[in-house]
């Protein structure tokens, strides 16, 4: 079974940075496609960034240019550097990847940008 684990959310000023880790147990992490996504109170969840097994990378427009999905298969691991934080950037973040037909999802991570 799948299990994703984020860490790395926190309190920061606008202008600052993060970087987001979620490791993933349970499966030949090398082999899937990684996802990051947020929702932030109110709003629907909104896709961030994509890396795929093959290290393809896909951003929404919202945070192209600041953030960076990456990952470290010998770790299991797939990051999110986010740099140049907005107070818009605030949410909570999952990790997903779909196994099997199914979606998982991580427990999230919140990230919280003060003005």
């Known amino acids: 079974q799948v299990r994703l684990v984020e860490s790395g959310g926190g309190l920061v000023q606008a202008g600052g940075s993060l970087r987001l880790s979620c490791a993933a147990s349970?499966?030949?992490?090398?082999?899937?496609?990684m996802n990051w996504y947020r929702q932030a109170p109110g709003m629907q969840r909104e896709l961030v960034a994509t890396?795929?097994?093959?290290?393809?990378?896909n951003y929404a427009d919202s945070v192209k240019g600041r953030f960076t999905i990456s990952r470290e298969n010998a770790k299991n691991t797939v990051y999110l550097q986010m740099n140049s934080l907005k107070p818009e950037d605030t949410a909570v973040y999952h990790c997903?990847?779909?196994?099997?037909?199914?979606?998982?999802w991580g427990q999230g991570t919140l990230v919280t940008v003060s003005s």
């Open positions: 890396i795929t097994s093959g290290g393809n990378t």
């Open positions: 349970g499966t030949v992490f090398s082999r899937h496609d």
């Open positions: 997903n990847t779909p196994d099997n037909g199914l979606q998982v």
